[in-house]
């Protein structure tokens, strides 16, 4: 029985997008301790720099295409415009990546000393294999929006088990022979994107109808992409852009400890990114099968689900980061629960907006979502100039927090006077969870006991905190979640 259940799970379009997010995370994760240990953590840090660098340029070559595709080919598996809207968009974000690198000519690596990378990453070759990670990113991204907007989930967990297996045997090869380096690391991840792309496109192509055309809108379409493109940048400042300034006021290591701050709350993200995946998809569906109440009680049921993994999962981060992150970077490091606890709730609240954009992007085309996108851009990482001088890396923190507050009060509101006249969670739910939560995390905090050896105090602190979670959960799934699907 037990072993039926599993493969049901693992057989269902949901439990393949978490095992897909599992390896890309755990790939991640081996990552830290290799630059870490054997470079130290300024290593950690110039790589999380470079990386955020690359991810800028993304949604400025990729055009905003991926939703552009979604809006025209949601659901349809064999139209004739697919493949010739994707050939499009694949040549639209070669040319502006060709654009961007000419112009980077120019600037050199003036930028990346501006930014404070480390010496030896300052070099025009760098710069260079930096857009060049943009542009294989950005296609594979936008192959993964083509798949996801035909429902295509076998061969996007395919194309994404790639990426994950080869990066992960890539720098499993790197360190047995001990050539672990950020110059190697950087080409593993290349590579792996390489790969991917690679095989998606083969099995794109090979795929034969009897016509195939552009529609007679493409124009239209790519235009429309524009919004998203300026939003994504907008996205890309509000979710990595800290890094860069944390490393232009405050060094590579002090980079360092808030990207693996960053990649241990990433888990909320990942446990997020399967729920957003089918939740676009699956609000179009229902609004066009019976309107807008049917839309409401599908975003409330994914985000529900979110919220029970996610709480789970971010107490637990915020409870072990010392110790966890003292042993991933080689280091003795104190005092950041408060700063993770921050970083935190920032992108639970970035999450939780996911389907008032969702319905945003339905109703406006994305117009005012690019408003709001740019309004928090600016606040964020503008207020952020400001205060970390004065308070570091946690006054970054609260001033992106208050960003993301600002973005889903802003959300909310306009959703709301578009109709989606509703709360997005079942607020008696949601209180439980949030007890469960904090009175988990503030007992496992209290009962702490801090050794020298940071797999023992790892473990005491996950162990108190998953078992008084877990008595609150039973409670839940007993006498309160039948209760909420009855009524849903």
């Known amino acids: 029985m037990r072993t039926s259940l599993i493969k049901k799970v693992l057989a269902s379009d949901l439990g393949q997008r978490f095992l897909v997010e599992g390896l890309a995370r755990g790939t991640a994760f081996m990552l830290v301790p290799l630059l870490s240990w054997s470079m130290g953590a300024i290593a950690w840090g110039g790589y999380s720099q ?52 000419a112009a980077l000519l120019f600037c050199g690596p003036s930028i990346l000393a501006f930014l404070s990378f480390p010496d030896f990453l300052v070099t025009s070759l760098w710069l260079g294999l930096i857009v060049l990670l943009s542009w294989v990113s950005a296609v594979d991204a936008v192959i993964q929006e083509f798949l996801r907007a035909q429902q295509n989930v076998p061969l996007s967990v395919r194309l994404q088990l790639i990426t994950a297996v080869v990066h992960f045997g890539c720098l499993a090869l790197l360190s047995l022979s001990g050539s672990v380096s950020i110059h190697t690391a950087v080409g593993a991840l290349l590579l792996a994107r390489i790969a991917t792309v690679g095989y998606g496109l083969v099995v794109v192509y090979r795929v034969k109808l009897a016509e195939q055309r552009l529609p007679a809108n493409w124009r239209r379409l790519v235009i429309s992409g ?62 066009k099968s019976s309107g807008t109440d049917l839309l409401i009680q599908t975003a409330k049921r994914y985000n529900l689900d979110y919220l029970c993994l996610a709480l789970a999962v971010g ?62 851009s600016l606040l964020g990482p503008g207020f952020g100039i400001l205060v970390a001088p004065l308070w570091g890396v ?38 439980f969870l949030l007890l469960a939560v904090t009175v988990s995390s503030a007992c496992a905090l209290l009962i702490a006991v801090d050794t020298s050896d940071s ?21 839940w799934w007993k006498f309160i979640r039948q209760e909420y699907d009855d009524s849903i």
């Open 394 to 431: 946690e006054g970054i923190a609260a001033v992106l927090l208050f960003a993301r507050l600002v973005a889903s009060a802003s959300f909310g509101w306009m959703a709301w006077q578009l109709g989606f006249q509703d709360w997005p969670l079942a607020k008696g739910e949601t209180f």
């Open 455 to 475: 797999v023992e105090s790892v473990t005491f602190r996950a162990s108190a905190f998953v078992v008084i979670y877990s008595v609150f959960l039973l409670a």
């Open 226 to 287: 524009i919004p998203f493109m300026i939003a994504g940048l907008a996205e890309w400042a509000s979710n990595m852009g800290d890094r860069l300034l944390v490393g232009y006021f405050l060094g590579a290591e002090a980079v360092a400890l808030y990207s693996a701050i960053l990649l241990l709350l990433s888990l909320l993200i990942a446990c997020g990114a399967p729920f957003w995946w089918l939740l676009f998809p699956a609000m179009v569906s229902a609004e």
């Open 315 to 376: 107490g637990l981060v915020v409870v072990v980061a010392e110790p966890l992150l003292s042993l991933m970077l080689d280091m003795k490091v104190s005092g950041v629960t408060r700063l993770a606890l921050l970083m935190a709730l920032a992108l639970l609240f970035n999450q939780l907006t996911t389907a008032w954009e969702y319905f945003l992007v339905l109703r406006t085309g994305g117009k005012r979502l690019m408003v709001v996108a740019l309004l928090v």
């Open 50 to 101: 470079t990386i955020s660098l690359s991810f800028a340029f993304v949604p400025l070559v990729s055009a905003g295409l991926g939703f552009s595709l979604i809006r025209s080919l949601a659901g349809e598996r064999n139209s004739v415009h697919a493949v010739p809207l994707l050939s499009l968009s694949i040549g639209i974000i070669t040319a502006l990546c060709l654009f961007v690198a």
